[in-house]
């Protein structure tokens, strides 16, 4: 299923959770835009299927906010690209959404799985 | 590498290099050269809308689609400067006018005069709405007996004989009292000014205050000035200080040059009134006390008028003091100059708004020729709001820069006034210099213009449907359609151009009828000439001599027909004086029968002036100071006191109780205004009441060489410095150019007027070309078609132009019947006419039908042109 279609949708979904994704990504080395976007792809099993446009504004967004720094360079084939790093605040900020990210997931999975009623009440 | 904002063009460089390397890697899993690039272009999605998505991200939207509609709004006005630049001219001259009668009314009504704390500083008037003048003695007893006031203080004007290393000027000035300068509260821009000790007692102080713009003009701004010594009327004075800079007096429009102790006002001009209760010849001054309110302030005067009265039956009866605001005379000249500029506020008002709607119709008929640009807008996608924002940018711009036009207009129409100098020897000039507030108000009325006419395609634009509008080519006018707001607005405007062109007829028969008025003298061949000789050190006896030596020397000139002198000529400086009844026992104020212009004149004096004697007999040499009292009256004095014009030999009382008896009647004059009504006038011989300062009337006879009044004036100047050089002449010219003065507001107002008619007039014929051009332009395919079936001239011309001939000839006599309801408003600002007049009539329909047969003519000459097969068979 490609998540091409419906790029608001797909916007309001991942406004928040692109960037973490883009942190994380970047957190093993400077990478390129495309780069970025073919990790995301490959590690998340092809359940992310980003949109470039928005990888894009995002990763300007993120470097408006000095959460990343970027650098033109060249790449292995050497061609010119864009190469993103993170920067120390940017390290700070993906702790903090990360274990954000887990907060938000517990507490969805417990809502989910509490089907079986009040009574089960498990710590 | 650190740059504040990235460039659009970096964006898009990254997204390229993406694209490579996603080609790449596409073709490393094994996809073909194009196969790879054409799906690395898909899996992207679309580039455009990420550029633009970056683009947006930090601009405001809504500034951007401004500069955008301005950008395109400049454009549009290029493409066809000839409309923008009528467009604003008409607006700026509109918007100029109502900035321009703005400023004035500012300036010289609605602004107190330039003192600190103005709304402390009060006059006293007789009566309500009367005129400001006391004597001496009054303001002296509200001063020492008031206690709401921190100072009284008073002042007179006068001229004075100014020398200055040696050369004799002569000078407007106010003799002011000890208290005037504390009531006005000035602080002095060099030395000192007047004090209480410096009026203490006739002769206390010699000093002498100039204002700031006599001191710049007269003295060079010296800045040693203070202590130099000058002579005033031959009286050595010594100059103490300069006013600051931006004080003008305590009149709106008058600006004395020197100020000198009211003391000394007997040893100044020669006759003494200072201490005489019943000349009334002092303007009072005073600043209320912080914190007590006017009521207050009315009820103590009350009780001081009363209590004068009281104490001098004689004289103070019926006193009474009334607050007014300093500057225009308490009410007497605010009121009628608040009538005349609310007037033509007025009328600046509808000139604009028959620009507006002149500027509406060619907006609207221009956007009725964009209706398929509108349409095809409409058709992608913009919101019909987005297009009247268009529109009304558009406007704006207009407006705006008739607006900034209308700036530099008014800037210089208000500096040349500042600096003019009416026609008179009262130092009068209206300082309405340009204030910043002026761009404010000419700001604020651009906006609200370009608002009225830039809403007026709105309902097009709403009503366009775009796919009827591509397909008719933008032709929309069908036969019989009902009423556009196009006609509308053209029936509007003719109606208000036909108001201003009624307003400009009216001024325009006022004047005339001013003109030829009867004024109880004949001004033309005759000179006048005015002088004073207390200046020049005179006693009243010498006074009398030389001005009898004079009147002979003068009658002996080749050329002169007449001559004689008098106190004061009739449409000059008035003076009054009571008249009792012939019975009366109490001489108290209350108890006269009337106020009488009063002239004392020498023998020969109504041959001279051309005033018919109707009964009776002139002036004579043997009428003297020891003879029995005698008078000439006007014909309205005599019907005023015995109901008849038949009073030879009757008798009545002056003020001090003397019998005079009447020896002759003189005919109907104005001597105040040229329109007043017949009033009371009486002459008395001269030797009965010598007068140092004199006018001399001589008739010429324009015939003889020499003769002419202005050639005239020159000899006699002449002569009267051949009897002693140091007699200053204050006017000496052509009786008609002396009393050009009177003529003055009847002559302003028609030039007002008339400017304002001719811009309206202007107004209605480019608005009428304008809107039968377009008519015509637009229903050529219909009017080729009747052509061709067969029509004839007069059939064409009446399909294509009949409806405006109705809305022009009911705009018309909309428009008269506004000017005769708005007639009285127009009398306010001329008089002796009113838009009643059958002449008056006559001349707007014969003018409105004249413009408006110029305006249609080229169209008509086009609609008669017409050449079918040319024109069906193009599209």
């Known amino acids: ?123 | 590498m650190f740059w504040r904002k990235r460039s659009a063009e970096d964006f898009s460089e990254e997204i390229k290099a993406h694209l490579e390397l996603e080609t790449d890697e596409l073709k490393r899993e094994g996809l073909g050269e194009d196969e790879a690039r054409w799906k690395a272009r898909r899996v992207f999605g679309s580039v455009r809308a990420a550029q633009e998505r970056f683009y947006l991200k930090d601009r405001l939207v809504w500034l951007d689609n401004l500069l955008h509609d301005v950008q395109f709004a400049l454009r549009q006005m290029g493409r066809s400067p000839g409309f923008a630049i009528t467009a604003v001219s008409i607006l700026a001259l509109g918007i100029a006018a109502n900035v321009i009668v703005f400023g004035v009314l500012q300036t010289i009504i609605l602004q107190p005069i330039d003192v600190p704390q103005p709304d402390r500083v009060v006059t006293f008037s007789q009566r309500n709405h009367g005129y400001p003048a006391f004597s001496y003695p009054e303001v002296r007893d509200v001063r020492d007996g008031s206690t709401v006031f921190s100072a009284v203080g008073a002042e007179s004007m006068s001229v004075f004989g100014l020398e200055v290393n040696g050369s004799t000027q002569p000078v407007w000035g106010e003799e002011v009292s000890g208290q005037y300068f504390e009531a006005v509260a000035i602080q002095p821009s060099l030395g000192r000014l007047l004090t209480r000790a410096d009026d203490d007692h006739p002769g206390a102080s010699q000093a002498a205050v100039l204002s700031w713009p006599a001191w710049k003009s007269r003295f060079g701004a010296d800045p040693n000035v203070v202590g130099k010594t000058v002579r005033i009327n031959k009286h050595s004075y010594t100059i103490v200080g300069v006013t600051q800079e931006g004080f003008n007096g305590t009149w709106k429009f008058l600006q004395p040059e020197l100020f000198v102790p009211m003391a000394n006002q007997a040893s100044l001009d020669g006759v003494n009134w200072l201490e005489n209760r019943l000349d009334k010849h002092v303007f009072p001054i005073a600043r209320i006390k912080d914190g007590i309110a006017q009521p207050q302030v009315q009820a103590e005067l009350n009780t001081i008028a009363a209590r004068i009265a009281r104490q001098n039956p004689r004289e103070e009866d019926g006193l009474h003091f009334w607050l007014a605001p300093p500057g225009l005379a308490g009410d007497f000249i605010a009121r009628p100059a608040r009538r005349f500029l609310a007037g033509t506020m007025l009328l600046a008002g509808i000139v604009l708004l028959a620009a507006c709607a002149n500027l509406g119709g060619l907006f609207a008929a221009r956007t009725a020729d964009r209706t398929r640009e509108i349409a095809i807008r409409l058709a992608v996608g913009s919101s019909r709001w987005r297009v009247v924002r268009q529109i009304l940018i558009e406007a704006f711009l207009i407006s705006m820069l008739g607006g900034a036009c209308a700036c530099g207009l008014s800037w210089l129409a208000l500096t040349g006034l500042a600096r003019w100098h009416p026609p008179t020897d009262y130092p009068i000039k209206f300082l309405v210099y340009p204030k910043p507030s002026l761009i404010l108000m000419a700001f604020l009325v651009s906006v609200l213009a370009g608002v009225l006419f830039g809403l007026m395609p709105l309902r097009q634009i709403f009503n366009t449907d775009p796919i009827e509008a591509i397909k008719g080519g933008g032709n929309q006018s069908a036969a019989g359609r009902r009423w556009a707001l196009r006609d509308v607005l053209l029936t509007v405007q003719i109606a208000l151009c036909c108001v201003t062109v009624t307003a400009a007829f009216v001024s325009l028969r006022g004047l005339r009828n001013t003109l030829t008025m009867d004024l109880g003298i004949n001004p033309k061949d005759a000179v006048l000439t005015k002088f004073d000789l207390s200046p020049a050190g005179y006693t009243a006896q010498a006074a009398e001599q030389l001005q009898r030596q004079l009147q002979e020397t003068v009658s002996h000139i080749p050329g002169v027909e007449a001559a004689a002198y008098a106190n004061t000529t009739p449409l000059a400086d008035t003076v009054t004086t009571a008249v009792y009844s012939q019975q009366t026992t109490d001489f108290r104020p209350s108890k006269k029968a009337f106020e009488a212009y009063y002239y004392t004149v020498s023998p020969g004096y109504f041959a001279a002036a051309q005033t018919p004697l109707l009964e009776g007999r002139d002036i004579r040499t043997t009428d003297t100071a020891t003879t029995p009292k005698v008078a000439v009256v006007s014909q309205e004095f005599a019907r005023q006191l015995f109901h008849t014009e038949h009073a030879v030999g009757r008798s009545f009382k002056n003020s001090s109780g003397q019998s005079i008896q009447i020896i002759g009647i003189a005919a109907e004059g104005k001597y105040f205004l040229p329109s007043e009504e017949p009033d009371e006038a009486v002459f008395f011989p001269i030797q009965q009441r010598p007068s140092a300062s004199v006018s001399l009337i001589v008739r010429t006879r324009p015939d003889v060489t020499g003769g002419s009044a202005a050639e005239m004036a020159t000899t006699i100047r002449k002569t009267i410095h051949g009897l002693d050089p140091a007699i200053p002449i204050e006017l000496s010219a052509p009786w008609t150019s002396a009393l050009a003065f009177s003529f003055f507001p009847a002559q302003v107002a028609t030039v007002a007027l008339g400017l304002f008619g001719a811009f309206g007039l202007l107004l209605s014929i480019t608005g009428t070309f304008g809107l039968a051009s377009y008519t015509v332009s637009k229903r050529l395919r219909e009017l080729s078609i009747r052509v061709a079936l067969g029509a004839r001239a007069k059939q064409v011309l009446s399909a294509a132009l009949g409806r405006m001939l109705t809305l022009l000839t009911s705009g018309a006599l909309a428009g008269m019947l506004l000017g005769v309801a708005t007639s009285k408003v127009l009398s306010a600002i001329v008089y002796q006419a009113s838009a009643q007049d059958p002449v008056v009539l006559a001349a707007v329909a014969g003018t409105i039908l004249l413009t408006g047969a110029i305006s249609v003519a080229g169209p008509v000459r086009r609609a008669l042109r017409v050449n079918p097969a040319k024109l069906l068979r193009e599209d």
Not at chain 1, 19 to 44: E, N, Y
Not at chain 1, 47 to 65: C, I, K, M, N, T
């Open chain 1, 1 to 123: 299923m490609t998540t091409q279609e419906n790029n608001d949708d797909r916007i309001a979904l991942l406004q928040g959770t692109l960037d973490v994704l883009i942190l994380k990504t970047l957190l093993m080395g400077p990478c390129h835009g495309q780069g970025v976007a073919r990790l995301i792809q490959r590690q998340s099993e092809e359940v992310f299927l980003v949109d470039h446009g928005s990888l894009y504004l995002a990763l300007q967004r993120l470097e408006d906010r000095k959460w990343i720094s970027a650098k033109w360079g060249v790449s292995e084939n050497n061609r010119k690209a864009r190469f993103y790093s993170l920067t120390a605040k940017g390290r700070e900020q993906l702790v903090a959404k990360t274990s954000e990210w887990r907060r938000l997931t517990r507490a969805m999975g417990l809502i989910l799985d509490a089907s079986k009623g009040p009574q089960n009440e498990e710590a």
